[in-house]
């Protein structure tokens, strides 16, 4: 029994040797795969070096138009308009216009109840009358006194009279010749007066004081209007002919503005046209808003088109400087500006390493910038260069690499 289990236990033997052999091998194929792979791989890259890193964004330095300009929200207004108010109390008997109606000067717009200022016309009048028939009676009483005067005298000469009467005639004649000129005094007065409630009736009909458009129309027919402390104001009349843009320029660019500079805007309207005027006035009061300060700038331009309303909101661009075929760069290039006023670029060479300058710069329209000296045509520039913080960080950073290491 026991010589029959001998050789079992060999087969097992036998078989566990093969196997682990065959796991052996296997191994020494992967392995020598990898270190192919490997080889390969580093004869590739021995071979076939890496690309160069891409050149930083650079800018050129060339000749340009450079166009400055101060940029300003506006709002459109007539430049003339008038409010043209009631000078009498009394109720609106008719309006003779319409809100959009164009008037001649002269022209009827708003007619109010004369029946009031005509009885006052008519008391007046009856007052001078009156005041006429008086002065009539004492011309009368004067004519004979002075001829009672006459007679005195002429008795006072034959001793026929006493002196006390001649007296007493010469006092009568002195009193109704002053009461004379007061009681013309008083016509003057009341002539007065009735020019005054004939001027009043003439108020009840109001008329326009210019040629213009009817903009406001605040009263209604039949509305009841008192004169009495403030003028109510019954139409407001424009000249649309001639709109004036009223711009806001903020305090820091408001020293760029100068009187007789072309200044365009166009209108939210959607409207692609552009309306051209020259400055006529920076107004010397400001406007604040919060903190900020802004400065009002006037300008006209025409509107006899009638495309432009009042009150319309524009976008204005005041243009504060202009050159033609001058070196200039990217805005983008500017770095970190210095005490002098001098701002700090990198000039790119052939190999793409950056060299500090120093540039003095003129205009700028936003996209690019004048450069007065410290560039060449045709040199490089590097686009959006690190500030003075960024470049003191790399540059630590690159100096604590090795230590890390």
Not at 81 to 104: E, F, I, M
Not at 192 to 219: C, F, H, Q, W
């Amino acid at each position: 029994m026991l010589a029959g289990k001998i050789p079992v236990q060999s087969n097992k033997s036998s078989k566990t040797s093969a196997a682990r052999g065959r796991w052996l091998k296997s191994w020494r194929v992967r392995v020598a795969v990898l270190v192919l792979i490997g080889g390969a791989y580093a004869a590739y890259r021995h071979f076939t070096p890496p690309p160069p890193p891409p050149a930083p964004p650079s800018g050129e330095v060339s000749l340009a138009d450079i166009t400055q300009t101060v940029q300003a929200a506006g709002v459109l207004q007539p430049r003339l308009k008038v409010d043209v108010g009631a000078q009498v109390s009394g109720q609106v008997r008719q309006l003779h216009v319409q809100l959009g109606q164009q008037v001649k000067k002269g022209e009827l717009l708003v007619s109010l109840d004369p029946e009031l200022a005509r009885s006052e016309v008519a008391q007046a009048e009856a007052a001078v009358a009156q005041q006429a028939a008086q002065i009539e009676v004492r011309q009368a009483d004067l004519k004979i006194a002075r001829r009672e005067v006459e007679r005195q005298r002429r008795l006072l000469a034959g001793e026929a009279t006493a002196a006390t009467e001649a007296e007493r005639a010469d006092t009568e004649l002195a009193k109704l010749d002053a009461d004379l000129r007061g009681q013309s005094a008083n016509l003057k007065r009341l002539q007065a007066e009735l020019d005054k409630r004939k001027l009043s009736l003439g108020y009840t009909s109001i008329t326009a004081p210019m040629d213009g458009t009817v903009v406001n129309l605040p009263v209604q027919e039949g509305q009841t209007v008192i004169a009495a402390q403030i003028t109510p104001v019954m139409v407001t009349l424009a000249n649309l002919d001639e709109i004036t843009v009223r711009a806001r320029v903020p305090e820091a660019d408001i020293a760029q503005i100068k009187v007789g500079q072309q200044a365009r805007f166009i209108t939210l309207a959607g409207e692609a046209q552009r309306y051209e005027g020259k400055v006529r006035v920076i107004q010397p009061v400001p406007e604040r808003a919060g903190n900020a300060v802004f400065y009002n700038v006037l300008f006209e331009v025409d509107n006899k088109a009638r495309k432009l309303l009042p009150e319309m909101t524009v976008q204005v661009n005041v243009e504060t400087g202009s050159a033609k075929k001058v070196l200039s760069v990217p805005m983008v290039a500017l770095g970190e500006r210095s005490e002098d006023g001098r701002f700090a670029v990198q000039v790119l060479d052939a190999q793409n390493k950056q060299h500090p300058r120093q540039v003095r710069t003129g205009l700028q329209d936003g996209a690019r910038v004048q450069v007065l000296d410290g560039l060449k045509a045709g040199e490089k520039v590097l686009l959006a260069p690190p500030s003075a913080a960024e470049q003191a960080a790399s540059a630590a950073s690159a100096a604590s690499a090795p230590a890390s290491k």
